[in-house]
């Protein structure tokens, strides 16, 4: 039993070794690896910010992890950083072949980042510019903006990195890493009516940049951008309008005589449009301008993308159009109903339309000025609340006709009394007389008085009959002195429908013929169409 626990005792120490013999120690690996980490994080970890017209302090970040700023250094310690080698031999850098060739070049011309390329006439840097609008993705009212994607490509000469192709195995043009743009001069681009933007970042799978150097010195920089512009709008039409929208380019701090943008021409066109389809827009025109723009610094250069939405009045027809119109034929139709719920029924229509508008003016933005569409929500509105004003003259004549129909009844049937009464009488006088014997016998006092009651009688009815039509009359008809019927309602019901509706189809063609027709886009001078220099080919 000893000799078997010495046995593997023995294998174990045996095993240990051999383990620390040919296994590298992991701490020591994880020190190499570091290393490099805080050499490549010296270099890389630039400033972003443009540089404008000084030469702002770069910035480093320490082995600590706090963020310093690198002292000024001579331009032949510019790029002496070490290990430098070591490090981009590392990483995936060294993949694209001339890295290392490039690296030792700038070092060997002195390359100062910081300073703008000089021609040799001492003219400005001309920056070409080509953008390829890859999606919009929305184009809101509310806000008053829009979102978009798009491959923004600048290129521009400086003939310091004018090279010999021998350098770099005859190649004519270099494809760099996209960390070389914290070494090479860059032009300091901004979008002026941008609120928002994503740029290309380190390790991302969505936004990158391309970056390439040709023998003659001239750069090329392509990179995915994602912007939201603003996008200030006219809504008077709405929702038969149509919005101009731009996007702006120049430098921030480059002056026109340091840097100027114009558009590419070329291979690479100014813009380019893919296929681009929005819910409730359509891209009707695509042009680029360019101008100078004056502020208390000096003049800069800015090129403009310009885009003609035309609204597409689907959404509103489903959503608004439509479920007021129906509003509007519901209120007709309760007109002809006879019930005792009709004004309950008239007062809900009106609350629909009232909820209608409410929640059509929650989705637009507030402004001083009336839309189209508030003409259209105004008008149904108006038809539907003269509607129930109309319920209510019928309402009001149907019950005065009433009234008199039951007056006259009550002095018809007076009028039948006093008509017994009198044939009653005479019967009664004739029977007297002929019991008489024919004779000339004056009647009493009492048969006078019997006589003459049914005249007395008939008077009273007359007069009655008189107060009755008196009463009869409406208020209104006495002013109009018209004489209130069955047929003179029935006369106004017709003719008031009939205004109703020839008068809201008469409104409803010149809404829809003559608005959609109707063309006003904002003027702005930056996008005249008669200064532009390219229009894109819209799918």
């Known amino acids: 039993m000893s000799a078997s626990i010495l046995i593997l005792a023995t294998c174990h120490q045996v095993l240990a070794d051999f383990n620390s013999y040919v296994v590298p120690q992991p701490h020591a690996q994880r020190d190499h690896r570091q290393d490099i980490s805080q050499h490549y994080d010296y270099l890389m970890e630039e400033n972003d910010e443009p540089l404008g017209r000084g030469a702002a302090p770069s910035k480093y970040r320490?082995?600590?992890?706090?963020?310093?700023?690198?002292?000024?250094?001579?331009?032949s310690e510019n790029f002496a950083q070490p290990n430098t080698e070591s490090v981009f031999s590392s990483g995936g850098v060294d993949s694209y072949?001339?890295?290392?060739?490039?690296?030792?070049?700038?070092?060997r011309i002195q390359y100062d980042h910081r300073q703008v390329p000089e021609n040799e006439k001492g003219e400005a840097t001309y920056v070409e510019v080509s953008v390829v609008v890859s999606n919009i993705r929305a184009v809101s009212e509310v806000t008053m903006d829009y979102a978009l994607e798009l491959f923004y490509r600048e290129s521009w000469r400086d003939p310091r990195l004018q090279y010999d192709r021998k350098l770099f195995k005859n190649k004519t043009e270099l494809a760099l890493h996209e960390s070389y743009t914290n070494f090479?001069?860059?032009?300091?681009?901004?979008v002026p009516n941008a609120i928002a933007s994503k740029n290309p970042q380190r390790n991302s799978i969505s936004h990158r940049s391309l970056l390439r150097l040709d023998e003659t010195g001239k750069l090329l920089y392509s990179r995915r951008i994602s912007l939201v512009c603003e996008c200030t709008m006219?809504?008077?039409?709405?929702?038969?309008?149509?919005q101009l929208c731009k996007l702006g380019i120049e430098s921030y701090g480059y002056t026109a005589d340091h840097v100027v943008y114009k558009w590419s021409?070329?291979?690479?066109t100014a813009l380019?449009?893919?296929?681009?389809r929005l819910p409730d827009f359509t891209i009707q025109e695509a042009y680029v301008t360019s101008q100078m723009e004056s502020y208390a610094t000096g003049n800069y250069s800015r090129l403009y993308v310009c885009f003609v939405f035309s609204r597409s009045s689907g959404f509103c027809f489903l959503q608004l159009i439509i479920p007021s119109t129906a509003v509007v034929i519901t209120s007709w139709v309760s007109l002809w109903m006879e019930t005792e719920t009709e004004f309950q029924d008239m007062i809900s229509i009106i609350l629909a339309i009232t909820f209608l508008i409410f929640s059509y003016n929650e989705m637009m933005p507030r402004v001083s000025y009336i839309k189209a569409m508030d003409i259209y929500l105004g008008v149904c509105f108006m038809i539907v609340f003269l509607s129930l004003i109309k319920l209510a003259l019928v309402k009001y004549m149907r019950q005065k006709i009433m009234l008199t129909s039951d007056s006259g009844n009550s002095l018809r049937e007076m009028s039948q009394m006093s008509t017994r009464q009198r044939l009653r009488a005479r019967k009664t006088s004739n029977m007297n007389f002929r019991n008489n014997g024919g004779g000339s016998i004056p009647i009493n006092e009492e048969h006078q008085q019997m006589l003459t009651v049914p005249n007395g009688e008939d008077k009273m009815a007359n007069g009655d009959d008189k107060e009755a039509n008196n009463n009869g009359k409406s208020h209104l008809s006495d002013m109009l002195e018209i004489r209130i019927t069955q047929r003179t309602m029935h006369r106004f019901h017709w003719i008031s429908q009939m205004?109703?509706?020839?008068?809201?189809?008469?409104?409803?063609?010149?809404?829809?013929?003559?608005?959609?027709?109707?063309?006003?886009v904002s003027v702005d001078p930056a996008c005249d169409k008669n200064l532009a220099e390219w229009f894109a080919d819209i799918y």
């Open 184 to 190: 090479l001069w860059f032009p300091d681009t901004f």
């Open 272 to 276: 380019e449009l893919k296929k681009i």
């Open 97 to 107: 072949g001339e890295t290392r060739d490039f690296l030792q070049f700038l070092r």
């Open 62 to 75: 320490s082995s600590h992890g706090q963020a310093q700023h690198r002292p000024e250094m001579t331009e």
């Open 234 to 242: 006219d809504l008077t039409l709405f929702p038969f309008d149509k």
């Open 265 to 268: 021409k070329g291979a690479r």
């Open 499 to 520: 205004l109703f509706f020839f008068g809201f189809v008469i409104f409803c063609l010149f809404y829809f013929l003559i608005y959609p027709n109707l063309h006003i």
